[in-house]
């Protein structure tokens, strides 16, 4: 085991499949995790900021810097740290934002896309030309509808634009290359949750593997997990391992609410799916300083691609955004906490153990 894994913790999970109603579906309950590993993080690029989202295009790292006062997006080596470009300037001339929002990055097209909140359009940078221009244009604009505004979240897949249904929870609405609907995901029948459309505690977030045909939906203030079919109606959901009820975050507020899965998305390789837990409120009192401060997870959950639950990650910095480096066995991510906040945590050994676990079963 190398030295960043300082702990390995091995019990037996609690797991059961149960039908649920409705279509194609079944549900995975569970207590513990089969795996429990804490981690200690290596340093990799200084930033100055309160949080940033992260994406890996081969061997950069784009870096979405929301907070930044000159430019909103940087690309680095994802290896050295070293800073190959910087662009999207904050401003209000052409080709610029006063305002960035989320970036999701298409595979299939290879276009990194940014939301533009003040006027609620996608802008589209090409990977392969970014790198070569001096003076770095939008290759493409999409004018996203009224309705959808501000878009907080959305993913894209050749061209196709999936943003959370309006209500939260885990349907979809589906956008064309223009940005017009084209088709709708329904909503899945968690009976607990059909009171709760359109409130805060039915917000979510998503992440979409197109070569599994599968999305992944977190939800935030419930230990709750979809996987579900990209086009079809099978799903399942994953419960647990705190089991948070309906009638208890209802009465909460953000001091003793406990949050489940957030701030990011989650994330997905060709075996596991990773998904960044708190557990705890999200604001603390610090009673020293007589201030609320914000408290982020310090957990991911990995679970297998047919919702069983797998290890638990215990990490030792608080995580605003994460990615996973398949070909590098680590995990990149914005530790909230740490002096140089992108840090790399290696992953190699743990998943070859799992890797074994899973071909034994």
């Not at 089969?34 to 870096?63: C, H, T, W």
């Not at 017009?180 to 329904?186: G, K, L, R, Y």
């Not at 999305?215 to 994953?238: A, H, P």
């Not at 990149?332 to 290696?346: G, K, P, Q, R, S």
Request: glycine content about 8%.
């Amino acid at each position: 085991m190398k030295p960043s894994v300082l702990l390995r913790i091995v019990w037996v999970a609690c797991v059961y499949l149960t039908g649920c109603s409705g279509r194609d579906a079944s549900v995975v309950r569970f207590n513990k995790f089969p795996f429990e590993y804490s981690l200690q993080s290596k340093p990799l690029i200084r930033l100055y900021a309160y949080g940033a989202g992260m994406e890996l295009y081969d061997s950069l790292l784009v870096v979405c810097n929301t907070y930044d006062q000159e430019y909103f997006i940087r690309i680095y080596n994802k290896n050295t740290g070293e800073l190959y470009k910087k662009f999207l300037k904050r401003g209000k001339g052409p080709f610029e934002m006063p305002y960035c929002g989320r970036i999701s990055l298409d595979l299939k097209t290879r276009n990194l896309w940014v939301a533009n909140y003040r006027k609620n359009e996608l802008w589209a940078y090409h990977m392969d030309s970014l790198m070569k221009k001096d003076k770095v244009i939008p290759c493409g604009v999409v004018q996203l509808p009224t309705k959808f505004y501000p878009v907080m979240e959305f993913h894209c897949y050749d061209s196709m634009f999936y943003l959370p249904d309006l209500g939260g929870g885990a349907g979809f609405i589906v956008l064309n290359g223009e940005g017009e609907e084209t088709w709708h995901i329904d909503q899945i029948g968690i009976p607990e949750h059909r009171t709760l459309a359109g409130t805060e505690l039915n917000h979510t977030l998503s992440s979409i593997h197109p070569e599994k045909n599968k999305i992944i939906t977190t939800y935030r203030y419930f230990d709750k997990l979809v996987i579900r079919d990209l086009q079809g109606d099978s799903y399942r959901v994953i419960i647990g391992p705190h089991h948070l009820e309906k009638d208890e975050q209802l009465k909460g507020d953000n001091l003793t609410r406990k949050e489940a899965y957030f701030p990011y998305y989650p994330r997905t390789d060709d075996h596991f799916i990773y998904a960044e837990y708190n557990g705890f409120p999200n604001q603390i009192m610090d009673e020293t300083l007589g201030i609320i401060r914000a408290n982020y997870g310090r957990i991911i959950h990995m679970f297998a691609w047919n919702g069983e639950p797998v290890a638990r990650l215990n990490m030792d910095h608080q995580l605003i955004s994460f990615v996973i480096d398949s070909p590098g066995n680590r995990i990149i991510a914005f530790a909230a906490d740490a002096d140089i906040h992108i840090v790399t945590y290696d992953i190699g050994e743990i998943l070859k153990e799992l890797k074994q676990n899973l071909s034994n079963e």
